[in-house]
């Protein structure tokens, strides 16, 4: 079973950029997909994009793709998020999720492990 824990959010301005980090225990990271999901208030979880365990293969929603990049550090158990160009749309609370094997997911469902969130606030 593997922890998660995510930092690195905060409040920045349209424009900016953030780099979100996601830190793993308890587990052979190397063989987990991890996902970025996020949720706005009022509004249902969204996917942002994933990770295969090896790195090589990565997947963005339509809505972020150019402006984010995921990555892996196996070494050190963790997954990146870089935000660039960030807009006001981008504010929520940011979540890492990850799976045991298989193939890389935009459904939340397909993911069993979760940390506790990170906001990220644009301002405008």
């Known amino acids: 079973q593997v922890q998660l824990v995510e930092s690195g959010g905060g409040l920045v301005q349209a424009g900016g950029s953030l780099r979100l980090s996601c830190a793993a225990s308890?587990?052979?990271?190397?063989?987990?997909?991890v996902g970025w999901f996020r949720q706005a208030p009022g509004k249902e979880r969204e996917f942002v994009t994933t990770i295969s365990p090896s790195g090589g293969f990565t997947y963005y929603a339509d809505s972020v793709k150019g402006r984010v990049t995921i990555s892996r550090d196996n070494a050190k158990n963790t997954v990146y998020l870089q935000m660039n160009s960030l807009k006001s749309e981008d504010t929520a609370v940011y979540y890492c999720?990850?799976?045991?094997?298989?193939?890389?997911?935009?459904?939340?469902?397909?993911?069993?492990?979760w940390g506790q969130g990170t906001q990220v606030t644009v301002s405008s």
């Open positions: 999720a990850a799976r045991y094997g298989g193939s890389v997911s935009r459904f939340d469902n397909d993911y069993r492990y």
């Open positions: 308890g587990g052979t990271f190397s063989m987990y997909v």
